[in-house]
Every structure is written in structure tokens, then in C-alpha cells.
């Protein structure tokens, strides 16, 4: 580290190192430059000319944010000059600004807002008509108020440098200087809304949230996306027991502040007009609408009865439930039940990945190791379109690091643009030779690389001779959870053999059993009929599955109900209930009321989130996390086993479903506007 | 093609081959010492080069006025990237005109000055980013680089001395904004024309992020005669701190208005009367702008004892600037040149900072309403204000471009203004010198 910079600002005597803006540094101290232009992560623009502070021996004010600290150098915040220079810089800015505050999506947490009143003057001198243009809708989620920008440039940035897309850009000149989409009238893009989040007044609105509130009615609650793996933080916007908006401002949690549409809009499944409000019952042939204690009656009494029968019962469990509520489950089916018949579609070899990494320690690469990696690569996977998270997070770690990174895919993917090398296909080896010359290295790969093809991706990972951590890809919000929960015939929860065979997902559903029980998912999605005698489904929907089904209990959806889950990077994060359906109830609850029509209630526990993630601490290696960090919200990396699964991984049961930015399972089919892109995409 | 017959009083070193049949053609070129200085700067190190420049005091003809030898040294000529030419034909500045006859008469001093300008930063390829409006100059200059490539004055080993040099014509799309060096840079590129922060500054990271020497077009024309004529004879012809001769646009209220090479430290006063022939009508001299709109406009008293050179015009807080001369007679409406600027300035703010973007804008429109007969004493003091509010504050210098001649305006003709409010309004008769 070479030696910190000796500095005054506002008369404290500072250091920092080389390099530091002023602004940075001056934040640092506590002292507030204010900006609208300079956003930590993107690159300068020094436009807005709102961070303009004296320096000592400098002729002129200078902007905070494009100096570096000097040896010596003596800057003032706080004097009459800089005083006057923000005060007319709010002026000009708002002398082309509609001021329709009161109207405006971003009255009330608007920075434009903020800075008139601390460092804006009172009243205007503008007394000229002002530019105006309508508002245009650049795509289902993007809509723009060109009156309101303030040509800060950040979306622009946000798009190209944080997203990689490039979608946005300036158009004309001076006072009539526009954002501009990037295909003439209209955006196609990731459709992430990182630019409408980022924008600091509300010239970029969403086509979900605009005109829905005053940002102060919301009620704002912090939870973990529920659609793939990645594992972002949302804090989803309420109000009135409706989700307006999600997006992570604070950027607290894994991800920071980004989103992709599914975090940042697709949340909008839960109040979808087919959601199941009442259990159903099949009657004479037809499900009919039952209260929950006749159904939960049907289910306890059909379970008693072929338990008494010795009948075989199957139980499929789902990558995107609770890890209590996974555990709760196989818990049940192995100890009321007293069957290994359970599974859960397996998305990414997990289990193959810690059998080979066995005996080593810190191998599973975190999403902030991505940002930190020095090196990584990418096997099979399209990262932007499957794990936006962490195609940012990679994109990132090459912008503010310059890490290498190396991708060895079938097809065309966004990392080629600034890879190190791309090798089309699966011959990494060919990389050997560059990536022994790496510090560390992080491989991801995908469902592409199953069993033997991962042995030999580590064994070839761990002869480079360099630090190497892996991340083994899986879908959904919680299928790295299942594996770990033990929602698998082979595998009890940490990893440990079952000892007995059990019946896995495609053979449940095909089999005869006397018992079929779903739990959020929907294996006869592709059109096959049910064999079981007797079908119990806990959904959201009527899917394929729960139409064939004798009794539907209707499930809560993520963002109403309480637990834990575990991202495909191993890191364990709590969900948080933003808002209730009625008539929905928890999964884990309603396992837990099965359990006690059953008279099994003291067998299985109590069925809170809190006493089952207690059970699971104990019982699952790796989960014993602090608990303070999971509370406030943060991220707790696990590991669920160090040393060899002693059972056959199964990955010929891996099948990823690749579900690109707009799908998302049984949960984008019901998101509206997931649909509306796919659909706007169609007409053209 | 000349626009003016000479004057006696010019001293003709740039532009020595106007007027010469053919003058733009390479034969005529070769015919008067053409190329020669290349050769000469070819047996010469990078470092005598810059010497000689540093030594004939050439600075900078753009506007700015920055000493050209000082700004060579900088490239770093180690540098393993490779390193550019770009020449500045962007002559966007009111007023200013003498870029396009030097390239029209001219072209291959301009090429020569490029190719020495190679010599001394070991760059081997240029570009000359020529003004969108001056379409017709393309086919001149293109003309003249196909005859330097077929002649064996660019392309692979010039003349047998080893040296590489690869020279392009590349037009604006009509932007004053592009003549501002990072602007025209980006808009080269083929990005819009907006400016770069700076530092860092061309000399280190140009064209496509490579070391480049960024100069005007008549500062790079004046190169091949300091070469062949040494330093120190250019720097004679001028004034101390500046040598040489500068081409200068004599615009407005004047009898034979033209483009006159003159040395530094010409005097103002023969220049309007001698070189010029006076003002029409015998009208009395009421402005002067030295060197472009953006120079602080100088009121006849201060035209007093000034000299055509950068210190003068410093010590009446104006500037050389790029050399366009307007002169405006007693009967100019200043409001009416105040409104005619502001529209200049807010049509082409790049809009890229708020300060600039917003101010010229408001400035307009309050010069408008002004004109219009709407305005109030207020106005004039906000004009003043806003301007006072832009200056130093802008990304780039356009947004004190404009600032500058609105306070010199509202500051130096404040009655002016005040007058126009109680209707007794000035209207020219010398022809149309601001239109509206
Ligand atoms: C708004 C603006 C417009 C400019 N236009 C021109 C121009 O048209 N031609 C030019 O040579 N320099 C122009 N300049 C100056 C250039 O930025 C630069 O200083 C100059 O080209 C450097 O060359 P020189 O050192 O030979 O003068 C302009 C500057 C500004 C701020
Ligand atoms: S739309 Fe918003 S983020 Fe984009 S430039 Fe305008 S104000 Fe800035
Ligand atoms: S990247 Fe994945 S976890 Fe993050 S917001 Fe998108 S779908 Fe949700
Ligand atoms: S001052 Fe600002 S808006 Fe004006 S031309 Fe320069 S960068 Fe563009
Ligand atoms: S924050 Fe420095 S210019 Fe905008």
C-alpha cells in the first residue's frame, strides 16, 4: 500500500490513499459534497457540477468528485462561494423541472427534492415557459418523463457498465438533450430496472409501481427474492396487504442494490386473479371449494388409513418452500409416514460437488468472492440470462478489478464481450496453462456438468496450484436448501445416507402408490396422468398436478410467510411475510396441521419457523450460523458436509430448466408482467 | 479561392502561396520549398524538433493560445501505444474564418505540419476533423493527400527516410461543441460530441485513448516555416512570449473585410483603419471582439493603445482568442448582439452539464422577452447574475464562452440596455451585421 495522502477538509485533517476523490473522502469524514452525477461503482461523468467545493491555491471551484486528494491540499465545503454555486445550480436545474411533486412517483424520497431543500433557494427567478415533452413508454416496464430528467447519466451508466446492456443513451443536444431507448421507440433490453431504481428524480418510472402511492404510505419489508438461486434481498414495498414495488435501495444483503426484473418486479404472481384462495376437495369427480378443517380432515384421515393398509405413500417436495418448511416435510415422510419416498427436482449436482471437494475447506465460492476472484470461469452456463446476480457480480469484479475471466460455453453469452478467452464448446483444459498464471480462480458450472464431469472440473480446478472455489449451479430460490434439508431418498438432512432406497421424483409420479403428496411443485406439468391412488397438493395455483389432485390445500407464496432459505452460493438468508392471501396458508403450517389432525403433533414439533430453523442448527452441519446475522437481515455462509457423501448422487436425476429473465416456473406463468415482456416481444 | 486582396501591411508567411495559380496543388508546393522542412526535421532528433519549436514561441492558434513546443513534450514517446495527429478544422468560433482559407489555399503545409508534427512524438497516423459545414473543403484536402500519397509524401517510407505517416479527412456532422479538443475527440471516435473530463489531457491519452497532439489547423500550418526559417526568426516576427504572424478574420462594420496575416502585437487601431479602411459611412468604432464571440467584447475606449497579441488583450481582460475580428459600428444594437449570441451559445451547448445546458438557455429567452420589448431593469441584472453564475462553473469552456460576452454586455452597456427599455432602440445602418 503506498503511503495516504495528507489533507484538510473543512479545517479536519485528514489522510487517505492516493487516488481518493474528494468526494469519497469527504464522505468519509462525514462531510456531506452533495452529487447527482457521481454514483459509487459507475464512472464519472462530472455533469450536475453540484459537488463543486474551493481549493486552496486552485483558481476556480472544483468538482469534488473528479479530484483527487493531494499532499497538503486544503478544500472547503462550507463557504459563501460553494454555498452560492449549489443554490444556482438547483436554480438552473429547475428551471426546466415540471415541479409536479405532487403527482410525481418520486415525491417524498426524490434527491432532487432533498437538495432544493437543504442547498436550494426558496423561489425561482425563471419566469420562461419551460421545455416540455410528453411522457413516453419505452417498454411494459419502462416508462420515461423526459421534463423531469435531470441528464445525470446514471441510468446510462447503470445500463452499460453495471448490466452490460447498453440499452440507453443520449440523444440531441443542450436543453433538448434526451435519454433515448435503443431501438428508435422503444427499449429491449433485461427490462431489470436498475436505471428507474438508480434515477434519482422520476423521469424513469415502472410500469408496476407508477401512480400506485406516496412512497410514505408503503410499509417496507426486507426478504429474499423468491425466483432463482441467486439469492438477492428485495424489500418489497406494502401497502394496504398489497405489494407495490420491490427493490433494494439500501443495499443491504448479497446483491446490494441489484435486481433483476423478477426481484424488482415479478412479484406480482402473488395477487394474481387464479391464486387459490379455499382448499379444494374432489366431489362426485369435481373439486369443490372446502373448509380448511374438512380438508385438512380428508388428508390426515386418507393418510391414517393406508398407514394402517401399509400402503406406500410418495412425497415431492419444492425448490422454492422454506428450508423449515423442507425439513418439517422429510421429517414427516420419514418419521410419521416412515418412507424414503421423497424428493424434489434436482436442478444443479450438488451433491457430487461436496462429495469431491470432501476433505478440503473454504471451496464454495460466495457471491461476493465473484466480485473479489482475481480470476473465474464460467462452464455451460448463461449466466446473464440464468443468474443475473452473478453475471453482475463477475461484470463488476472486471470493471473495478479487471479480473480475468475465461468462458467455456456452447453458445454466445454476455461475458464474451470482455472475456479473457472464450473456447466455444467444453475444452477448458485448454485454458490450463492462463489459468495457472491466475492468484485464485472461481469455476462456476451448470447442470451441463454433472457427476464424473465435475470430478474432473475440480480435479482439474485443484492441479492449478492456485486457490480455487467452485459454485455448482442450481435454479430456484431454495434448491440448494432442499439438498440440504434432506429432501431426497438417499440423503437425510447434512448429507447423511439414508441407508434405504426410496422412489425418486420422475418414478413417484409415475408409480402406483397409495399416496401422492406435492408440496409446491408440479411434476405432471408436462401432461401425464396421476397413478396414485390418492393426490394431495399444496400450490399457489391449480397447476397441472393440483388439478388432478383429491384435495388442494392452497399455499402461501414466499412473500407471506416467515423461514429461511439457502441461496445457490451457499449463503442462508431469512424471508420475511410482506403481506397475507387469504385463505393461504404457510406450507409449514399446513404440514404442521396434518400433523396434529394426525395426532403426530408431538412427534414432529412445534411447526414455527423459529423452533423448526432451531432443529435444523442442531441437526444440518453448517446451518449453526450466528443467529445475529441472519436476524438483521445479513447472509450466512454454510457448509453442509466436509467429507464424502456416502451415497450414490443420482446426477443422472439433474435437469436444470433454464428458465432465461422472463421465466421463472409455475411463478412467471402467473407473473403479469414477466408476460407482458414475453408478449411485447411477440407482437413486434 | 481568396476572399480579399492583400494588404501591404501583412506579413506574409503562412500564407505566402495564396494567391500563387493553383496554390493548393502539390506541384505549386513543391515548386516553393514545399516538403522541405519534413526533410530537414527527418535528419533532426525527436528532441531538436521540439526545441525548434519551443524556440520560435508558437502558441497554440485555437483559441487558447497554449505554447505548441511545451505541448509536444508532453507525449509521451515511450509510450508502447501508438500515437496520433489530429488536427482541429473545426473553425466553429464566430467571427472566425482563416482555418478553411489556409486548407482551401493551402493543404499541404498543413499536411507538411502534421508530418514533422509526427517526426517529433513518433506518431505515424493522423486525422484532420474538418467543421460539417465545410463539406466542400473535404474534396480539396482529400485531393491533396491522394497527390502526398502518390507523390511519396505520406504512406510507407516517405521519401526513403524510413518514416511511416498515414493521414485521414474526417468531417463533423455540425457541432461548435466538436471544436472543443476532448469533443471533437469523442465525436473522431464516432461517440457523441461531448466533452471528456480532463485531466488527462489529449498529450496522454487522445484519440482512442492513445497519446495525441491535438492542435488547430494554422498552428500546425505554421510548423514547415519555423523548420525551414528556425525558430528564432519566427519568433521575431512577433512580439515577446509569442512569435510569428496570425491570420486574422476582419468581420462587421468594416470597409474590406478579410482574412489578413499580421505579426503578433499588430496595433488594433491600424488595424481597423489601414487593414481594414475604416468603418462604413465614417461611423464611430462602438465594439470590438478580438478573437471570436466567446472574447469579452472591448469598448472603443478600451481599443485604445491595444495590440493584436495574447498579453494586450489580457490586460484588458479579453483574449487573442481564435482571431475572428468584429468590429460593430455606433448604430449596433447591443441588445440585439446580445440575443444573437445567447441563441448561438444555447443551440450549441452540448447539453451535457447543467450550468451551461440550463443558463444559456434561460439566457435566451430572458434576451428574447428583452428584444421582444418585454423585459425589465430586473432583467438586466439577471442576465449579469446568471452569467456571473455560469462562468467557471461549466464542464468545459463553451458555458464560459457564453458567459463572458453577456456580463461584458450587460457591465459595458448597461445604458444601452436601460435605453432599449424606454423604447429608444438602435438600428444599424451599416449593412446587416446581427440577424435575428
Ligand atoms: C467550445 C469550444 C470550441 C472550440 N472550437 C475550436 C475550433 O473550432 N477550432 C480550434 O482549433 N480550436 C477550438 N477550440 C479550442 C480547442 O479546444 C483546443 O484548445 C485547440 O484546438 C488546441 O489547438 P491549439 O493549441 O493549436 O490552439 C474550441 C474550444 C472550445 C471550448
Ligand atoms: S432519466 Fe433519471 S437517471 Fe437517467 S439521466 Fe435522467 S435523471 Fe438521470
Ligand atoms: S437474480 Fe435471481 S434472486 Fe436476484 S432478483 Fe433476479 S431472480 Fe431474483
Ligand atoms: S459547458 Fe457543459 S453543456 Fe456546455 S458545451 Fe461544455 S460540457 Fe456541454
Ligand atoms: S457529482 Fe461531481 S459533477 Fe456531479
New interface residues.
Given amino acids: 500500500m503506498p503511503d495516504p495522502v495528507k489533507f484538510t477538509i473543512d479545517g479536519l485533517a485528514l489522510s487517505a490513499p492516493p487516488g481518493t476523490s474528494v468526494i469519497d473522502a469527504a464522505k468519509k469524514a462525514g462531510i456531506e459534497v452533495p452529487s447527482f452525477c457521481y454514483y459509487e461503482g459507475l464512472t464519472?461523468?462530472?455533469?450536475?457540477?453540484?459537488c463543486?467545493v474551493e481549493v486552496e491555491k486552485m483558481?476556480?471551484?472544483m468538482t469534488a468528485c473528479?479530484l483527487p486528494v493531494a499532499e497538503g491540499m486544503v478544500v472547503r465545503t462550507n463557504t459563501p462561494q460553494v454555498h452560492?454555486?449549489r443554490k444556482?445550480?438547483l436554480e438552473?436545474?429547475l428551471?426546466?423541472h415540471p415541479l409536479d411533486c405532487p403527482v410525481c412517483d418520486k415525491g417524498g424520497e426524490c434527491e432532487l427534492q432533498d437538495m432544493a431543500f437543504r442547498y436550494g433557494a426558496g423561489e425561482s427567478?425563471?419566469t420562461?415557459?419551460k421545455?416540455h415533452t410528453p411522457e413516453k413508454q419505452f417498454s411494459p416496464v419502462v416508462f420515461f418523463d423526459a421534463p423531469r430528467c435531470?441528464?445525470c447519466y446514471r441510468c446510462v451508466r447503470v445500463c452499460d457498465e453495471g448490466m452490460g446492456v447498453k440499452a440507453l443513451?443520449?440523444v440531441?443536444?443542450?436543453?433538448?438533450?434526451e435519454i433515448a431507448p435503443n431501438h428508435g421507440d422503444h427499449l429491449e433490453c433485461d427490462e431489470c430496472g436498475a436505471c428507474i431504481d438508480i434515477c434519482p428524480v422520476g423521469a424513469l418510472t415502472s410500469g408496476t409501481y407508477r401512480y400506485q402511492t406516496r412512497p410514505w404510505e408503503m410499509t417496507h419489508v426486507g426478504t429474499i427474492c423468491t425466483h432463482c438461486s441467486d439469492g438477492c434481498k428485495t424489500t418489497l414495498g406494502t401497502r394496504n396487504d398489497r405489494i407495490l414495488r420491490g427493490n433494494n435501495r439500501d443495499r443491504s444483503g448479497i446483491n446490494g442494490e441489484f435486481l433483476c426484473i423478477k426481484g424488482r418486479y415479478g412479484f406480482d404472481f402473488y395477487d394474481h386473479p387464479d391464486r387459490l384462495q379455499a382448499p379444494l376437495v374432489r366431489k362426485d369427480g369435481k373439486l369443490e371449494e372446502v373448509s380448511w378443517s374438512e380438508a385438512l380432515a380428508a388428508v390426515a384421515n386418507k393418510f391414517q388409513q393406508v398407514l394402517g393398509e401399509e400402503g406406500s405413500f410418495g412425497i415431492i417436495g419444492s425448490n422454492h418452500t422454506t428450508n423449515e418448511e423442507n425439513y418439517y416435510l422429510q421429517k414427516f415422510a420419514r418419521q410419521v409416514l416412515g418412507t424414503n419416498n421423497i424428493d424434489h427436482h434436482r436442478t444443479g449436482d450438488v451433491v457430487t460437488t461436496l462429495d469431491a471437494l470432501s476433505g478440503k475447506t473454504g471451496k464454495l465460492a460466495t457471491v461476493a468472492d465473484l466480485y473479489r476472484a482475481k480470476a473465474v470461469l464460467v462452464l455451460g452456463a448463461d449466466l446473464a440470462l440464468e443468474h443475473p446476480l452473478l453475471s453482475f457480480q463477475i461484470r463488476a469484479n472486471y470493471r473495478h478489478h479487471q479480473a480475468h475471466v475465461y468462458v467455456v460455453t456452447a453458445n454466445p453469452v454476455r461475458e464474451d464481450k470482455y472475456a479473457a478467452a472464450v473456447v466455444r464448446g467444453r475444452d477448458y483444459a485448454s485454458l490450463a496453462a492462463r489459468l495457472k498464471a491466475e492468484p485464485d480462480l472461481a469455476i462456476l458450472f451448470d447442470d451441463s456438468y454433472k457427476g464424473d464431469d465435475i470430478r474432473a472440473v475440480v480435479e482439474f480446478g485443484e492441479q492449478l496450484g492456485i486457490p480455487v472455489k467452485y459454485v455448482p449451479l442450481v435454479d430456484r430460490s431454495n434448491s440448494r436448501g432442499a439438498v440440504d434439508m434432506g429432501l431426497t431418498p438417499e440423503l437425510l438432512p447434512g448429507y447423511q445416507p439414508s441407508g434405504q432406497p426410496g422412489l425418486h421424483y420422475d418414478e413417484m409420479a409415475a408409480a402406483d402408490l397409495s399416496v401422492l403428496w406435492v408440496v409446491g411443485a408440479n411434476p405432471l406439468k408436462a401432461g401425464a396422468s396421476r397413478k396414485a391412488g390418492f393426490l394431495v397438493v399444496q400450490d399457489m395455483f391449480l397447476t397441472e398436478t393440483a388439478a388432478q389432485a383429491d384435495v388442494v390445500l392452497p399455499a402461501a407464496c414466499a412473500y407471506e410467510k416467515n423461514g429461511t432459505v439457502t441461496s445457490g452460493t451457499g449463503e442462508l438468508q431469512r424471508i420475511e411475510r410482506a403481506v397475507n392471501t387469504m385463505g393461504a396458508k404457510a406450507d409449514l403450517e399446513i404440514i404442521g396441521y396434518v400433523a396434529r389432525e394426525m395426532g403426530a403433533a408431538a412427534k414432529m414439533g412445534p411447526w414455527t419457523p423459529d423452533a423448526v430453523f432451531q432443529e435444523i442448527r442442531g441437526a444440518v452441519r453448517g446451518y449453526n450460523v450466528p443467529m445475529p446475522v441472519l436476524v438483521t437481515g445479513g447472509a450466512a455462509g454454510t457448509t453442509p458436509i466436509n467429507g464424502r457423501v456416502a451415497a450414490d448422487a443420482r446426477p443422472d436425476l439433474v435437469r436444470s430448466d433454464h428458465n432465461g429473465l422472463f421465466a421463472s416456473g409455475t411463478l412467471g406463468r402467473y407473473s403479469k408482467i414477466l408476460n407482458s415482456v414475453v408478449e411485447s416481444r411477440q407482437s413486434r | 479561392m481568396l476572399y480579399n486582396p492583400p494588404s501591404p501591411l501583412e506579413t506574409k508567411v503562412l500564407s505566402r502561396r495564396f494567391g500563387l495559380p493553383d496554390s493548393a496543388a502539390i506541384g505549386t508546393y513543391l515548386a516553393t520549398d514545399g516538403y522541405q522542412a519534413f526533410l530537414k526535421a527527418s535528419k533532426m532528433t525527436p528532441a531538436q524538433i521540439i526545441d525548434e519549436i519551443k524556440a520560435s514561441n508558437l502558441r497554440g492558434r485555437g483559441g487558447a493560445g497554449f505554447p505548441t513546443g511545451m505541448k509536444w513534450s508532453f507525449v509521451p514517446r515511450t509510450s508502447p501505444k501508438p500515437k496520433y495527429i489530429v488536427v482541429n478544422g473545426d473553425e466553429g468560433e464566430p467571427g472566425t474564418c482563416k482555418d478553411r482559407v489556409l486548407m482551401e489555399n493551402d493543404p499541404h503545409s498543413l499536411i507538411e505540419g502534421c508530418l514533422i508534427a509526427g517526426l517529433a512524438v513518433d506518431a505515424h497516423a493522423g486525422y484532420v476533423y474538418i467543421r460539417g459545414e465545410y463539406r466542400y473543403l473535404i474534396e480539396i484536402l482529400e485531393k491533396a493527400l491522394a497527390e502526398a500519397y502518390a507523390k511519396g509524401w505520406l504512406g510507407k517510407n516517405i521519401q526513403g527516410t524510413g518514416f511511416d505517416f498515414d493521414l485521414y479527412a474526417h468531417t463533423g456532422a455540425g457541432?461548435y461543441?466538436c471544436g472543443e479538443e476532448s469533443a471533437l475527440l469523442e465525436s473522431l471516435e464516432g461517440k457523441?460530441?461531448v466533452p471528456r473530463?480532463r485531466p488527462p489531457f489529449p498529450a496522454v491519452s487522445g484519440a482512442f485513448q492513445c497519446p495525441s497532439v491535438l492542435n488547430n489547423v494554422e498552428t500546425f500550418c505554421a510548423v514547415p516555416h519555423i523548420l525551414l526559417g528556425g525558430g528564432k526568426a519566427f519568433a521575431d516576427l512577433g512580439v515577446p512570449k509569442a512569435g510569428g504572424t496570425k491570420l486574422t478574420a476582419l468581420s462587421g462594420h468594416i470597409n474590406r473585410p478579410g482574412v489578413y496575416e499580421l505579426r503578433l502585437g499588430f496595433p488594433v487601431r491600424q488595424l481597423i483603419e489601414e487593414v481594414g479602411g475604416g468603418i462604413p459611412n465614417g461611423k464611430k468604432l462602438k465594439a470590438f471582439i478580438p478573437g471570436g464571440s466567446s472574447c469579452p467584447i472591448l469598448t472603443a475606449a478600451e481599443c485604445e493603445g491595444a495590440t493584436m497579441d495574447y498579453d494586450s488583450m489580457a490586460s484588458r481582460k479579453s483574449m487573442l482568442g481564435s482571431g475572428g475580428v468584429i468590429i460593430m459600428d455606433e448604430d449596433t444594437s447591443m441588445v440585439k448582439v446580445g440575443l444573437r449570441l445567447m441563441r448561438f451559445y444555447?443551440?450549441?451547448?452540448?447539453?451535457?452539464?447543467?450550468?451551461c445546458?440550463?443558463?444559456?438557455?434561460?439566457l435566451t429567452?430572458?434576451m428574447t422577452?428583452f428584444y421582444d420589448g418585454n423585459g425589465s431593469r430586473a432583467d438586466i441584472d439577471?442576465l449579469g447574475d446568471i452569467a456571473k453564475?455560469m462562468l467557471?462553473?461549466?464542464?468545459c469552456p463553451l458555458g464560459d464562452a457564453a458567459a463572458l460576452p453577456m456580463i461584458s454586455l450587460v457591465e459595458k452597456f448597461r445604458d444601452e440596455f436601460e435605453d432599449y427599455l424606454k423604447g429608444k432602440r438602435r438600428e444599424e445602418t451599416s449593412g446587416r451585421l446581427v440577424t435575428v
Avoid at chain 1, 464519472?44 to 453540484?50: K, T, Y
Avoid at chain 2, 444555447?346 to 450550468?355: A, D, L, N, T, V
Avoid at chain 2, 467557471?392 to 464542464?395: A, D, P, S, V
Fill in positions: 464519472l461523468v462530472a455533469a450536475c457540477r453540484m463543486l483558481p476556480k471551484l473528479t452560492t454555486a444556482y445550480m438552473f436545474l428551471t426546466n427567478r425563471y420562461e415557459t421545455v435531470i441528464l443513451g443520449v440531441s443536444r443542450g436543453v433538448v438533450s | 457541432s461543441e457523441r460530441g473530463i444555447s443551440h450549441e451547448s452540448c447539453g451535457w452539464c447543467i450550468p445546458r440550463e443558463g444559456t438557455t434561460w429567452k430572458i422577452r439577471l453564475n467557471g462553473r461549466t464542464f
